[in-house]
């Protein structure tokens, strides 16, 4: 499974971005995508999932209200979003899209949301 993210920005507080996270190769086999983000110094953290096959979501209680997960998937390719809205500083990281397969997790390369105040 390949994952290409992309979305991200610069934007001012209060503001909104949408992310988006394309799976290609065996994408078959995906029964969870999700969003972790990363800021400067910090671990890696869980931000939102989405399952496969009947869209049940979670999120971490930081975004909860302001962020909403989603997905499609049509064919050969699957593609997950992320509407974030409400934006905060704290909410600036690199963003980085996961999919579960086959017992496997796949990363995505990361996109940057820095959020300014």
């Known amino acids: 499974v390949q994952l290409q993210a992309s979305g991200g920005g610069l934007v001012q507080a209060g503001n909104s971005l949408r992310l988006s996270c394309a799976a290609s190769?065996?994408?078959?086999?995906?029964?969870?995508m999700g969003w972790f983000r990363q800021a400067p110094g910090k671990e890696r953290e869980f931000v939102a999932a989405i399952s496969w096959s009947v869209s049940n979501t979670y999120y971490a209680d930081s975004v909860k209200g302001r962020f909403t997960i989603d997905r499609f998937g049509a064919g050969r390719t699957a593609t997950v979003y992320l509407q974030m809205n409400a934006l905060m500083p704290e909410d600036t990281a690199v963003y980085y899209c996961r999919a579960i397969s086959m017992a496997r997790a796949y990363w995505g390369q990361g996109t940057q949301v820095t959020v300014s105040s």
């Open positions: 190769g065996r994408t078959f086999s995906i029964y969870n």
